[in-house]
């Protein structure tokens, strides 16, 4: 039984796109998924996509707003 390599990549990249829009994948598991070798290469396929890439929870973005705040300070 083969994996994902076997895969056609169109496939693989509409399943990345309905996965992430939908909530069920992260940033880093469609990084996985396409191979990619950083994040930055994830955020320019979904950007090409029109794909909105935040996947910040508010939580995690009120901790990182907060950091900030105390680094600047």
Excluded: C
């Amino acid at each position: 039984m083969g994996g994902l390599e076997e895969v056609p990549r169109i496939i693989l990249e509409q399943v990345a796109l309905a996965g992430f829009e939908s909530g069920q994948l992260t940033t880093a598991q469609v990084r996985r998924i396409l191979g990619f070798e950083s994040r930055p290469q994830v955020y320019e396929f979904l950007a090409m996509h029109g794909v909105p890439w935040v996947d910040y929870d508010k939580e995690e973005l009120h901790r990182e707003v907060a950091t900030l705040n105390r680094l600047v300070s």
